[in-house]
């Protein structure tokens, strides 16, 4: 099995809203792969969840933008100032 098949395989949509744990849901807003808007759905369907949209970033937000998606990790851990 390719990794890649985790992605093009199967249909797991249904499962989303079923996610009961804290969910940060992070989304460079010049991702040129996956639209900022299938984050915003994504964290729509998972209850509670929040959505950030990273101002200026790519699809690798761990290497365009790293301070910036370890404050919203920190923040979202209850670790931040």
Same mark, same amino acid.
């Given at each position: ?5 985790? %992605?093009?395989? $199967? &249909? +797991?949509?249904?499962? *989303? /809203? =079923?996610?009961?744990?804290?969910? !940060? %849901?992070?989304? $460079? &807003? +010049?991702?040129?792969? *996956? /639209? =900022?808007?299938?984050?915003?759905? !994504? ?8 959505? *950030? ?6 699809? !690798? ?21």
């Amino acid at each position: 099995l390719w990794e890649g098949d985790a %992605v093009s395989t $199967g &249909d +797991r949509a249904a499962r *989303v /809203p =079923t996610i009961t744990h804290p969910t !940060l %849901v992070l989304h $460079g &807003d +010049r991702d040129s792969l *996956v /639209p =900022t808007e299938n984050g915003r759905r !994504l964290a729509a369907a998972i209850p509670g969840a929040r959505f *950030v949209a990273l101002a200026g970033v790519g699809h !690798l937000p761990m290497w365009e933008a790293t301070e910036e998606l370890a404050e919203a990790v920190e923040e979202f851990l209850g670790r931040g100032d």
